[in-house]
């Protein structure tokens, strides 16, 4: 069983940054997971992958934002990170954390992140 919880979503302008959080709660080591990855959904909209990261700390990023976006993860604190800049009024929307355990999908309550132009 694997519990996420996201937090640093907010309001910002454009250009401006932002770190989400992702603090993993597991009874297990977070090795375990093979995969964790950050997803936001606009509305109206399909729930996107933003970026990836593996248990390697192999990282992959969708178009729209590389370059401007930073995955990292520290294990010691089983908490992974979104470092978003230069921020766009398209990216606003809900983000979730998603981790890959087990061939199981685990899901975030998801955080708001609105950028105004």
């Known amino acids: 069983q694997v519990q996420l919880r996201e937090s640093g979503g907010g309001l910002v302008q454009a250009g401006g940054s932002l770190r989400l959080s992702c603090a993993v709660s597991?009874?297990?080591?977070?090795?375990?997971?093979?995969?964790m990855g950050w997803y936001r959904q606009a509305p109206g909209k399909q729930r996107e992958l933003v970026a990836s990261?593996?248990?390697?700390?192999?990282?992959s990023y969708a178009d729209s934002v590389k370059g401007r976006f930073t995955i990292s993860r520290d294990n010691a604190k089983s908490t992974v990170y979104l470092q978003m800049n230069t921020l766009k009024p398209e990216d606003s929307a809900v983000y979730y954390c998603?981790?890959?355990?087990?061939?199981?999908?685990?899901w975030g309550q998801g955080t708001q992140v609105t950028v105004s132009s």
């Open positions: 990261i593996t248990r390697s700390d192999s990282t």
């Open positions: 597991m009874q297990e080591s977070i090795f375990g997971i093979n995969a």
């Open positions: 998603n981790a890959d355990f087990h061939l199981r999908d685990y």
